[in-house]
């Protein structure tokens, strides 16, 4: 364990010099966990899984073209609409242990991950794999979910931004490698996820062993305040309190009205991208994942932090009116490199994803502070979190509807289609983020729970 420790001693060095000393090591072995961890996720991330999916089973007896789209869509709407299960896990952890809870779901996301290399290429096959990935991001909600209250009793405030920032950072640029390597290994054999699979699954186990050294401060005190506690503070999934937070505050209501429609139009992109780039392009592995998920995953390091900057210093709502736009700017190239047929505008719509997701990734973790009151933040990020999840269940299948429909429809792409349809229902709910600050703006009606 030396090589750890070092390691580990290494990363301490950039560690916040307002933690403790020992939060320092704790926070340089949860750091140094994310190095692994990820590799495991390359496994699943849904463009570079929607890509293996879409050209292993393309052509196989018993799949016709209409299947495959659906299984397609299917794997990329995974990670979003496993969303839903966050308050089953909330409601699992409550009184347990969280580190070894968190550690758990860890090595049952590597299994299923690992799983997938085992999969025949049969008709049945397709469908164990949608199984097998949902399962997996359903687990891996759960690390997502419980992981903010390790975050949240270990570090302090004025801290954990930053902290959950550079995890970030080190996430996107681990995945970002693990795409790499799915990309090459594919390219150089078909059969090579069969192997390759599972070693990113021992990546992500090593990883695990790190995380389980974390500890959490007072874990013992917080474990028994929770059995103790009075049982209407105990999370469920109650959807009467879904609607309870819309009916009582109106700004937050508008907002996930807007963040609805563009989340749609978000969600419906990566479905016909995968598509497209193998049946027009006909591109290899590593070009179709190197646009779908490396190049994306590589801007996040350099873009979070210039989105940072300015989210600390202006409401959410308005964050999202000038945001949006990358998103926008993202499907108009995609339309563009389908009419005209341009890989390069693939490529520069792969650089405007990745700003995109750069914001949307600080948005997603604080956006809901700047509405809710300090003792109803799980209640608000639950609303925002389900109806994530409940536009996943429906953006991909419409973008894979619109794309078979209308394909070839007056002379223009069934992806064409799709992604003129992506433009303007995101054009929609970015007009309404602008409407909206502008009236809290002029109303003088901005929250008045605004993010410390």
């Not at 052509?59 to 609409?81: K, R, S």
Request: charged fraction near 10%; proline fraction near 5%; glycine fraction near 8%.
């Amino acid at each position: 364990m030396l090589p750890i420790r070092l390691v580990e001693q290494f990363i301490s060095s950039f560690s916040p010099s307002a933690l403790p000393i020992d939060l320092q090591r704790n926070y340089a072995r949860e750091l140094l966990s994310w190095l692994f961890l990820p590799f495991m996720l390359g496994a699943m991330e849904g463009g570079a899984l929607g890509v293996v999916v879409n050209k292993v089973f393309s052509g196989t007896e018993g799949i016709d073209q209409g299947q495959l789209n659906i299984a397609v869509a299917c794997v990329t709407a995974a990670p979003n609409v496993a969303n839903l299960a966050s308050f089953m896990w909330a409601a699992l952890a409550h009184g347990r242990r969280k580190v070894p809870f968190i550690a758990t779901l860890q090595v049952g996301t590597c299994i299923l991950s690992a799983a997938i290399a085992f999969v025949p290429v049969t008709p049945w096959g397709i469908w164990a794999i949608v199984g097998l990935v949902l399962a997996a991001r359903t687990l891996w909600t759960g690390v997502i979910t419980i992981r903010t209250s390790v975050w949240r009793h270990n570090y302090p405030r004025a801290n954990r931004a930053r902290i959950a920032g550079k995890m970030a950072i080190v996430q996107s640029m681990v995945l970002a490698v693990s795409g790499l390597a799915i990309g090459q290994s594919m390219d150089f054999s078909p059969q090579a996820y069969h192997y390759l699979f599972p070693v990113l699954a021992v990546l992500g186990l090593i990883g695990n062993a790190i995380y389980r050294g974390v500890t959490l401060t007072d874990e013992e005190a917080i474990v028994q305040a929770e059995l103790n506690g009075h049982e209407d503070g105990r999370p469920s999934l109650n959807p009467a309190a879904i609607v309870k937070v819309l009916r009582e505050d109106a700004h937050y209501r508008s907002f996930m009205i807007y963040m609805f429609i563009f989340g749609i139009g978000n969600l419906m992109m990566t479905p016909p991208q995968i598509l497209i780039l193998e049946q027009q392009f006909k591109a290899n592995y590593f070009d179709s994942i190197l646009i779908t998920t490396v190049i994306p995953l590589s801007i996040m390091p350099i873009a979070i932090p210039l989105w940072a900057k300015y989210m600390d210093r202006v409401h959410t709502i308005e964050f999202r009116a000038v945001h949006g736009w990358s998103f926008v700017s993202a499907a108009a190239a995609m339309l563009g490199a389908t009419v005209f047929e341009s890989l390069p505008l693939f490529y520069m719509s792969s650089v405007l994803l990745g700003i995109g997701y750069s914001g949307g990734v600080l948005a997603w973790n604080l956006g809901h502070h700047d509405f809710a009151p300090r003792n109803r933040d799980a209640q608000y990020m639950g609303v925002h979190v389900t109806l994530n999840g409940l536009r996943a269940m429906i953006a991909p299948f419409l973008a894979v509807w619109i794309y078979e429909s209308l394909d070839h429809r007056w002379g223009v792409s069934g992806a064409a289609w799709t992604f003129l349809a992506c433009v303007v229902v995101s054009i929609i709910g970015l007009l309404g983020f602008v409407r909206l600050a502008r009236t809290m703006s002029t109303s003088g009606t901005v929250p008045t729970h605004h993010r410390p």
